[in-house]
């Protein structure tokens, strides 16, 4: 399976501030994945990045909320922009790999 | 849109015990449903899936059922042990050829005691 990095793997940060999480892939990739999990909760997709194009948001997500780039088949990144307390989760990329879809290791945000 | 349903939310066993966990997809057109399983910290890792044209796949003490027509599948986990301890999510998936879209069950916590 392909192995998926993120960056920064937690932080701390101020409400009303943004962090952009970046997600690289050792291989490339159409399509990858931005998914949002809350504390205790279940996984949540957020959006769908494609190379060259707009990613596609899914229902409750927005793009000037979440603004993602994609300027290669092997990077990604999604920013969370004006943060406040409820933004607290645990933000992972994700891209097809052989026979299933892989996760990275995950950015665990904590908004104060 | 998918919407994936799973239960129990919870799940104790003793060690050596069997473990079921069930989940229902509303989605007539979904054809396939991996199973993840995420410890503590960890990120959810893909430990068994199936694709609409099989009813069932074992891979050692784990198994999945698949049934289309109830639109439901299942994850049996025999011989239980401490280490297989931890949350579990089904997920289901339609159309395309990304397996990574994916809508998600709610989670079980699997806590097998020795």
């Known amino acids: 399976s392909a192995v998926i990095s993120q960056k920064p793997s937690r932080d701390i940060c101020q409400r009303g501030t943004s962090l952009t999480i970046q997600c690289q892939v050792d291989s490339q990739v159409t399509m990858m994945f931005w998914y949002r999990q809350q504390p205790g909760q279940s996984l949540t997709l957020i959006a769908t990045?494609?190379?060259?194009?707009?990613?596609?948001?899914e229902s409750g997500f927005v793009i000037d909320k979440f603004p993602i780039s994609r300027p290669n088949l092997t990077f990604s990144t999604l920013t969370v922009s004006n943060m406040s307390p409820e933004d607290s989760s645990i933000y992972l990329c994700?891209?097809?790999?052989?026979?299933?879809?892989?996760f990275g290791q995950g950015t665990r945000l904590t908004v104060v | 849109g998918e919407n994936v349903e799973q239960h129990p939310s919870t799940l104790s066993v003793q060690e050596g015990d069997s473990a079921v966990i069930k989940c229902t997809y509303s989605?007539?057109?979904?054809?396939?449903f991996p199973w993840y399983k995420q410890e503590l910290g960890k990120r959810p890792q893909l430990i068994i899936d199936i694709r609409s044209n099989v009813g069932e796949k074992k891979d050692q003490r784990i198994a999945v059922t698949l049934n289309k027509t109830a639109k439901h599948f299942s994850l049996h986990i025999t011989e239980t042990q401490p280490e297989d301890s931890a949350v579990y999510f089904c997920a289901g998936y339609a159309g395309g050829t990304s397996y990574g879209k994916l809508t998600f069950g709610q989670g079980t916590i699997l806590t097998v005691h020795p």
């Open positions: 994700s891209v097809d790999g052989a026979g299933g879809a892989f």
């Open positions: 990045a494609n190379q060259g194009s707009e990613a596609t948001y």
């Open positions: 989605d007539s057109a979904s054809n396939y």
